[in-house]
């Protein structure tokens, strides 16, 4: 845990990230870097924001700054404009600057399209990666942190120690944020030149691994800190079970590695004013969640009643979610007097089962795709949410259904152990098997029917649990002071 509070010096921080919230979202990152820096600008600090301009973020308003930015790359300078945007309320506006290369980023898709991951992602994210140091020179303006984020923004540590090292950006401190470890940006080894790592760097850097080029861990190597995005998730890692082949790298750096707990945005998510939902509830009064679950059953043609229980699930098909293992529960589950919706896309199997489903059961309706109305839809409308996650970073959407009084389903891992409490603001199971999930889904069921005061104690408190930014934001403000005192040789 690190403390909170003590020296109130207002700090210069760069956020360096390939994805922000509402500009482009994928994943919890987008989210992470939408609301973080918003918090951080609340409690005084300069804070701004360097990202692509993708084709999804050109609806966005923006001013194009004057000259081009002038970027090094190992073939030559590259040139792109910078459009400046802002995010958050009217009173703590962030600073957003958008890398305007054609070529690199202007695309149907952030990491890449229906056909696979982009076959140039090492240059475009190096682009960002340098774009990120060039555009403080640009600006005239120096951080005291950089704060990136998963392999995709690991070089600019790299680069702060290598082609940086006496510079004045070179004294900076970095803070790497990894959000999912299972992604580790590999490339081939005999394109390091590419991003201007010539000769031995990439060795020194700690940028080559099993003969290829692994940019996380080159990213673990050289910034000043390690975070995660939850403290089981931290020391998860750090083993061999968890580590993804990277676990020993993660344990030489001994205390370097911290989890700090993820946050939700409160104003985007909060059920007494989401312009998604039917009807507006709090703790207090859960009149208006009856009215979103019948809106929820309306929408998705499920039968409306009342006193069934609804469970949701929202998340990629994919397997570190757990969707295969669920599939195998569904048979079970499907037999009881439940709903059960879906959201989502990913794996081929998952998609079809699930769409198979919705037109041959009257419990069961999915809807293929990423919908962020029908999230929150969902989030709002039914009672229980389930994560049968194999690992979980962190996890937003527990956060989210606990704000909901949606009491979240889940495994005991990542940040789902460290967020959910058992039997008071969810379930919790440990094994995953479809016997685990149904059991614990029956659970939670017999909750709801046999004892519908404890049902709705339990919602109460969830609801009630401070899940906003804010205490998230001071815990990182202390993670910059530790990792600016360990760049300065103070501790």
Not at 306 to 330: C, E, M, N, T, Y
Request: charged fraction near 20%; hydrophobic fraction near 40%; charge should be negative.
């Amino acid at each position: 845990m690190l403390p909170v509070g003590g020296d109130m010096a207002r700090l210069s921080i760069l956020f360096s990230v390939s994805e922000c919230f509402p500009f482009a979202k994928t994943g919890g990152l987008g989210d992470v870097a939408g609301a973080l820096p918003i918090a951080l600008k609340a409690r005084g600090h300069d804070v701004r924001i360097v990202m692509p301009r993708y084709a999804s973020t050109r609806k966005f308003p923006a001013v194009e700054m004057a000259g081009p930015l002038t970027v090094p790359m190992g073939w030559g300078l590259e040139f792109c404009a910078v459009q400046r945007s802002e995010v958050g309320p009217p009173e703590g506006r962030v600073p957003v600057y958008l890398l305007d290369h054609e070529g690199f980023f202007n695309r149907n898709g952030v990491y890449g399209d229906s056909s696979g991951g982009f076959g140039d992602n090492l240059e475009r994210y190096g682009f960002l990666s340098r774009g990120t140091l060039e555009l403080c020179r640009y600006l005239g303006w120096a951080p005291d942190v950089f704060h990136v984020h998963d392999w995709m923004t690991s070089l600019v540590p790299v680069h702060l120690a290598t082609t940086e090292r006496g510079t004045e950006l070179g004294r900076a401190a970095s803070v790497l944020t990894i959000h999912n470890l299972g992604y580790q940006g590999w490339f081939d080894r005999s394109h390091a030149w590419k991003v201007g790592l010539y000769g031995d760097l990439p060795e020194r850097a700690g940028l080559v691994m099993k003969g290829g080029l692994n940019l996380l861990k080159a990213g673990i190597h050289q910034s000043t800190i390690v975070s995660t995005v939850s403290p089981t998730y931290a020391r998860e890692i750090q083993t061999p079970g968890g580590g993804e082949g990277l676990d020993h790298v993660l344990r030489g750096r001994g205390g370097d590695v911290l989890g700090v707990l993820n946050g939700i945005d409160d104003v985007v998510w909060n059920p007494m004013a989401d312009k998604h939902t039917a009807a507006p509830f709090d703790a207090d009064d859960l009149t208006g969640k009856a009215a979103c679950k019948a809106d929820l059953q309306r929408a998705l043609g499920l039968e409306e009643r009342p006193d069934v229980p609804l469970l949701g699930l929202v998340s990629r098909l994919v397997g570190q979610k757990g969707i295969d293992v669920f599939a195998d529960a569904l048979p079970r589950l499907l037999q009881e007097d439940a709903q059960f919706v879906v959201l989502g896309s990913g794996d081929a199997s998952s998609e079809s089962l699930f769409t198979h489903l919705s037109h041959t059961t009257t419990n069961f309706r999915s809807f293929i795709g990423m919908n962020e109305a029908l999230a929150h839809k969902i989030e709002a409308g039914s009672d229980f949410f389930l994560m049968p996650s194999r690992y979980e970073p962190c996890g937003l959407n527990q956060l989210y259904s606990q704000r909901y009084g949606t009491l979240p389903i889940v495994r005991n891992v990542g940040g789902l152990a460290d967020t959910v409490d058992n039997a008071s603001t969810g379930f919790k199971f440990d094994v995953l098997d479809a016997d685990a999930i149904a059991n614990t889904v029956l659970w939670a069921l017999s909750i709801y029917v046999d004892h519908p005061e404890q049902f709705r104690a339990m919602q109460r408190r969830a609801m009630q649990k401070p899940l906003g930014w804010s205490h998230t934001a001071r815990q990182y403000e202390a993670l910059y002071r530790l990792a600016i005192g360990r760049r300065r040789g103070r501790f």
